[in-house]
């Protein structure tokens, strides 16, 4: 059905049914194909644009070519003060810098998306990376 939905001029919905399909066919995180999901998000972008959808583009980045150029997207999002409230925003820059081994700057990142966050299982989880970054 997404195949059929994706034919023609898709709508955003289609675009997204194809993303979440793609993510329900890989058994592990590394089997997703995350260069045609990077592909949709570009579609998708270009069909419904906001700082959300950007932001999930972002983490397509990362899959596909890795830490720096996703945090230059997230780092430009940021600086437009759209979603600086957005706990997720700053959560995802603080991995990012993690994963670029830029431990001080991931730390702020995670203190940022913490003063941020409501939910208690993403509170522990952010409170432990923060931890770990720490040491």
């Known amino acids: 059905m997404v195949d059929e939905a994706l ?3 898709p709508g955003p919905l289609a675009v997204q049914a194809a993303i ?3 993510h329900c ?4 995180a590394e089997d997703t194909d995350w260069p045609q999901i990077l592909g949709l998000y570009d579609l998708l972008e270009r069909l419904q644009p906001s700082p959300v959808v950007s932001l999930n583009r972002a983490v397509a980045v990362v899959m596909v070519r890795g ?13 437009s003060g759209d979603v600086d409230g957005y706990h997720l925003l700053h959560s995802a820059r603080a991995d990012l810098l993690r994963r670029a081994s830029s431990l001080e700057e991931a730390a702020q990142s995670y203190a940022r998306a913490l003063a941020l966050i409501t939910i208690d299982s993403e509170r522990r989880f952010l409170e432990r990376r923060l931890r770990e970054v720490q040491c």
């Open 7 to 9: 034919q023609g001029e």
């Open 67 to 79: 830490p720096r150029p996703a945090l230059a997207l997230i780092d430009a999002l940021a600086a």
């Open 20 to 22: 979440a399909a793609l």
């Open 25 to 28: 066919q890989a058994a592990q």
